[in-house]
Structure formats: structure tokens, C-alpha cells
């Protein structure tokens, strides 16, 4: 049984986060094209379909799912990819959650992985032991 949840720079807001990450290329996919998309992680391609996956996921549902179990929330405001309003989202939709802001932390915490980390231990300190 899970005890508690803990999202870092997690996603909620899908087609905004897509729109941001993918620029125009979001707006081939939403016309109909399959575009190729070149990252960290390699060359891949994204199908329109992909849009269509996003919509059947409902977000407010699933916070309500997470009940009365703890949730800490950290993020970076100095997010590139995933904007902090993500993370404020996900607290109002779950029940028990805790939002941690971090200044200057971008989306994958360089430079601020021990902060987060920090953060990270005492809420589960405080939450679990």
C-alpha cells in the first residue's frame, strides 16, 4: 500500500507542458502531422494520437485518488519545462499535499539537487518516522 506521494517538476497541465516543450511542432501534431522530436534521450517520433492520449487522462480525478495520504510537491521556480503552476495545481486537487518552491531551481534541480534532497528527507522524517 503506498503511504504517501512524492512529485518533483512532475507534470499535471499535459497540453500546456506539450505546447511549451514541443513549440511548434505541438502545432504540426494538432494539424495531423507526426513530427520527430531530437533530445537528450535520442530521435524519436511523436504521433497526433499522442494529443488524444493526453485528453483521456484526468487529472482532478486522479488527485482526489491520492485520499488523505501526504503529498509533497517540490518544484523549481526557474522551471523551463514544466511551469510551477503544475505544482500549485496538484496541491489544490490533493487533500493533504505540501508545496515546496525552490528559487532558482530549474526542471531537473542543477545546482539545487541538495535542496531538494534536504527537502525531500525531513518531510519524510516528519511524515514517517
Given at each position: 500500500?503506498?503511504a ?5 517538476s512532475?507534470p ?5 507542458t ?11 501534431l ?11 534521450s535520442?530521435v524519436?517520433?511523436?504521433e ?22 501526504p503529498?509533497?510537491?517540490i518544484?523549481?521556480?526557474a ?16 487533500e493533504n ?7 532558482g ?13 534536504n ?11
Open positions: 500500500r503506498v504517501g506521494y512524492i512529485f518533483w512532475t499535471v497541465k499535459l497540453h500546456e506539450f505546447r511549451l516543450i514541443l513549440g511548434e511542432d505541438y502545432e504540426k494538432k494539424a495531423g502531422s507526426t513530427v520527430t522530436v531530437n533530445d537528450e535520442g524519436f517520433s511523436l497526433p494520437a499522442i494529443l488524444e492520449d493526453l485528453d483521456m487522462h484526468n487529472m482532478d480525478e486522479y488527485l482526489t485518488a491520492l485520499g488523505k495520504r503529498v509533497l510537491v518544484h523549481g521556480l522551471d523551463e519545462v514544466v511551469s510551477p503552476s503544475n505544482a500549485e495545481y496538484i496541491c489544490k486537487g490533493a499535499a505540501e508545496l515546496e518552491l525552490v528559487m531551481a530549474d526542471h531537473s534541480f542543477l545546482n539545487k539537487n541538495l535542496e531538494r534532497e527537502l525531500t528527507v525531513a518531510w519524510l522524517r516528519k511524515n514517517f518516522l
